[in-house]
């Protein structure tokens, strides 16, 4: 129990688009997700907490015009990366809480690679 | 906001022999703190944690210490094996909904 997935697991793009990565809890209902993200040989830094029904809440410096975020359902949010630029390229993680792990634990999806170039 | 330092940044030790990494964090209000163990290009997997309320807990070869009064909690591996080589992220929270902060992250290498 408490699957998360997120796709597409690694995407390329171009320079200036846009690209949206969702994030799915398979077998449970998640009120809260958050998003990552992690350059290499660096730690996880979020980005952001996602709450259903709700505004997404950013954190310090990032800017929230440039990396969308939607939660409409209790099983999916999607981050939408817009105008992505070289410096977007990272790996981004999405994990949720499952009630069924109790208050504290996060589940974590497999990440999506995405390089701009 | 909450602050999280992790120690060392590499650290490599022999087979069978044992691995210690250090965290501190600044927020008391902080009540839970897990640890994760990544491997290259996958998500982190959650190998221990431990609450507030509790000083120590173990898994098998894994150990979680937690010193409340100084901020300060530690990841033991004993009997280390060559599969134990990952980087290790110490990571807290006050739990619910709030978010995790994580450390810098250890890379663990274990030499045969």
């Known amino acids: 129990g408490a699957v998360v997935s997120q796709h597409p697991s690694w995407v390329i793009c171009k320079s200036g688009t846009s690209v949206k990565i969702e994030c799915r809890s398979l077998?449970?209902?998640?009120?809260?997700m958050f998003w990552y993200r992690q350059f290499p040989k660096q730690s996880l830094m979020l980005m952001a907490t996602?709450?259903?029904?709700?505004?997404?809440?950013?954190e310090q410096g990032v800017e929230k015009d440039k990396f969308l975020i939607n939660h409409a359902s209790l099983t999916l949010s999607t981050l939408t990366v817009t105008s992505a630029h070289p410096e977007d390229s990272s790996f981004y993680i999405c994990?949720?809480?499952?009630?069924?792990?109790?208050?504290?634990?996060?589940?974590f999806g497999p990440g999506t690679r995405l390089t701009v170039t | 906001g909450e602050n999280v330092e992790q120690h060392p940044s590499t650290l490599s030790v022999q087979e069978g022999d044992s691995a210690v990494i250090k965290c501190t964090y600044s927020?008391?209000?902080?009540?839970?703190f897990p640890w994760y163990k990544q491997e290259l290009g996958k998500r982190p997997q959650l190998i221990i944690d431990?609450?507030?309320?509790?000083g120590e807990k173990k898994d098998q070869r894994i150990a979680v210490t937690l010193n409340k009064t100084a901020k300060h909690f530690s990841l033991h591996i004993t009997e280390t094996q060559p599969e134990d080589s990952a980087v290790y992220f110490c990571?807290?929270?006050?739990?619910?909904?709030?978010?995790?902060?994580f450390g810098q992250g250890t890379r663990l290498t274990i030499n045969p």
């Open positions: 927020d008391s209000a902080s009540n839970y």
């Open positions: 431990i609450r507030s309320n509790v």
């Open positions: 077998d449970f209902q998640a009120t809260t």
């Open positions: 994990s949720a809480r499952s009630p069924a792990g109790g208050p504290y634990e996060q589940y």
């Open positions: 996602s709450n259903e029904g709700s505004k997404a809440t950013y």
């Open positions: 990571a807290a929270s006050r739990g619910g909904a709030q978010k995790l902060v």
